[in-house]
């Protein structure tokens, strides 16, 4: 059929038309909400660069964070906790008391319906900010495995649901789910940190988490920015040894990656829509230089388009709102 009988823009001609015919679905459904935890009462400590942004108390968490989450459709939520001590190995980790594991018991007691996700690294804990035991000023790979699987079991003792290794050890997912096993919680899952890129876009996040290496950084451990066939290996290396789901980070930079692991792998995706994303278009937006909401609506659906089965976002709560808004216009 030659022009002018086909014009694709019949199609695109109301919104009504170009609702019936999208390819792609973004709901609150599909999105996470990451929250830091400290200890105390009754505090939110805006992190100033991330605006919206705040490390909260288990009370804050409950009585503010969730339930205007739930108000908007967002169930799910990535706990981060900020330790009142720190040491070498990052004891308060996993501790029985320590702040991430208070939260999820209280969250599990009050809002038993919210899907609890877990970080589970050392990098927030330790007194030197890397993602495992130190030995010669390096991380020791294997001795770090034991630890991750002291966190896991104690988050997952809490109540967790899924439990997310993210400091891109080799072997941290099988170390995980033979700890899980061992201690009774076969029923809980494992989003692996898969593919994790070492990214300049994680800066903000580490002001966030009060994370960052006291020397040197995490190259040693993190993906090279340049690589993706080494990202279909550590993802299928992951699979392998028992991981539920995968992620990708960090989101924007790396759409064509998020596409080879969807093409690569059958386990749900998620991909992380990281602070330096976040901060990016939150300092754009306060100068008028482009429209927040429609550029937040527009990078995560393209993280959907690219394969992602859910997305890990500070914008969590925003976007579903205006999902929302969107729903009931005519």
């Known amino acids: 059929m030659s022009f002018p009988a086909e014009r694709t823009r019949r199609l695109r001609r109301t919104a009504a038309l170009r609702r019936l015919v999208s390819e792609t679905a973004l709901s609150a459904a599909d999105l996470i909400q990451p929250i830091f935890v400290v200890h105390g009462s009754g505090v939110r400590r805006a992190i100033a660069s991330m605006p919206g942004v705040a490390q909260l108390s288990v009370d804050e968490v409950l009585d503010q964070e969730i339930e205007s989450l739930r108000e908007v459709g967002v169930s799910a939520v990535l706990l981060f906790g900020i330790p009142a001590v720190k040491d070498a190995i990052g004891s308060e980790n996993f501790a029985e008391d320590g702040i991430v594991q208070r939260a999820i018991r209280r969250i599990r007691e009050r809002v038993p319906q919210t899907v609890v996700m877990t970080d589970v690294c050392c990098c927030e804990y330790t007194d030197h900010g890397h993602c495992g035991v130190l030995r010669h000023d390096e991380v020791d790979n294997d001795a770090t495995l034991e630890i991750l699987g002291k966190v896991a079991l104690s988050h997952a003792a ?155 976002t500070y914008h969590a709560k925003d976007a579903a709102g205006w999902l929302s808004a969107d729903s009931t216009t005519p």
């Open 158 to 312: 809490a109540g967790a649901d899924v439990v997310a290794p993210s400091g891109m050890m080799d072997g941290m997912v099988q170390a995980i789910r033979s700890a899980l096993d061992d201690g009774g919680f076969s029923s809980r899952a494992i989003l692996s940190y898969a593919v994790k890129y070492a990214s300049a876009f994680y800066g903000p996040f580490r002001d966030a988490a009060d994370s960052a290496p006291s020397f040197g950084d995490r190259k040693g451990y993190q993906m090279d920015p340049a690589n993706v066939r080494e990202a279909l290996r550590e993802a299928r290396l992951d699979v392998a040894e028992g991981a539920d789901m995968l992620m990708v980070k960090p989101a924007l930079a790396y759409l064509d990656v998020v596409r080879a692991v969807h093409q690569a792998t059958d386990v749900p995706l998620v991909t992380y829509n990281v602070s330096g994303e976040y901060a990016m278009v939150k300092a754009a937006a306060e100068r008028g230089w482009l429209d927040e909401r429609a550029v937040v609506l527009e990078a995560l659906t393209s993280m959907r388009r690219a394969g992602a089965s859910a997305i890990v």
